[in-house]
């Protein structure tokens, strides 16, 4: 698989200085920064749904003040 990735000179300086500190071709740095963000934004939708679940099953809120006088930060 192939794609083409367009940066401005600051992107493009930014990438080469990246790669040269982790001794990393561009292949492994576009493979590793696409696999982290398909994988977070995979793990924030698992929570999500969990913690809309849990809301579901009780479905109590507490507002900024309530939580904030629990911390002892009022």
């Not at 001794?23 to 934004?41: H, W």
């Amino acid at each position: 698989m192939s794609f083409e990735v367009d940066f401005d000179d600051k992107e493009s300086q930014i990438v080469e200085d990246y790669m040269k500190q982790n001794d990393m071709n561009f292949s492994q740095v576009a493979k590793q920064a696409i696999l982290e963000m398909i994988f977070n934004d995979d793990a924030d939708l698992t929570t999500f749904k969990q913690a809309m679940e849990e809301y579901k099953k009780n479905p109590t809120t507490y507002s900024h003040e309530e939580v904030k006088k629990w911390l002892g930060l009022t």
